[in-house]
């Protein structure tokens, strides 16, 4: 009997991780569907020259208001590089540790953009469009 009852949970486990790993799998689908749908919206007011639109947008959804948004990050693509700029121009105490120190950085790179400035070796910034949604009523 002790073997059955193993034998039943064993199975539950085997069809629950299954079942999990199914929607885990969904779940990060959906996340990039939603991402690159988010893109598209943002990309399309930007060619309509519009920060923000409210739009009615009929039953089950009623009025929405978007307003394009976007996040300046750093990405390092050659580390050494990076610390090397870093220790020369003597603020590696401030973005060094063991690696580049990735808070200071994406402000760093945000100040550059608005700045015209240059940006150290080895970083680039990502740049990620997405809209924010408020429904109106």
Do not use: C, H, W
Request: aromatic content about 6%.
């Amino acid at each position: 009997m002790a073997e059955e009852l193993l034998e039943t949970l064993a199975r539950r486990v085997i069809d629950l991780r299954a079942n999990y790993e199914k929607k885990r799998k969904a779940k990060v689908s959906a996340e990039k569907d939603m991402k690159r749908a988010e893109t598209d919206m943002n990309d399309a007011m930007a060619r309509a020259k519009l920060p923000g639109a409210t739009l009615a947008l009929g039953e089950g959804y009623g009025n929405v208001q978007f307003n394009r948004e976007q996040k300046v990050n750093s990405s390092v693509f050659d580390e050494e590089a990076a610390i090397k700029y870093f220790e020369d121009q003597g603020l590696a105490a401030g973005y060094v540790d063991e690696k580049v120190r990735k808070k200071p950085l994406n402000q760093l790179v945000r100040e550059a953009l608005e700045n015209g400035q240059e940006l150290p070796p080895g970083v680039e910034p990502r740049v990620t469009k997405y809209v924010k949604v408020t429904r109106r009523k």
